[in-house]
């Protein structure tokens, strides 16, 4: 079993990875692509789509399963 300190790490590692994707110089650098497009969207907006519902869903799982006492 894991204790409740190094669940709280992971999940801040996770959230701290899913910022960095949409912070420069990750974010900046991944989505200057315009060509391929995925899901009928250019990739630039796909990217930042899937990034930022990242970000929002470890956020949500840090707040609701980590900090909570």
Known sequence: MKTRS???LVFVLIWILAFALVNY?????????LEPFVLGMP???FYFWCAYSLLVLAGVLLAWKVMRD
């Not at 110089?25 to 692509?33: E, H, L, R, T």
Request: proline share 7%.
């Open 6 to 8: 190094s669940r709280r």
């Open 25 to 33: 110089p990750i974010g900046a650098w991944a989505s200057v692509k």
């Open 43 to 45: 990739f630039s907006v």
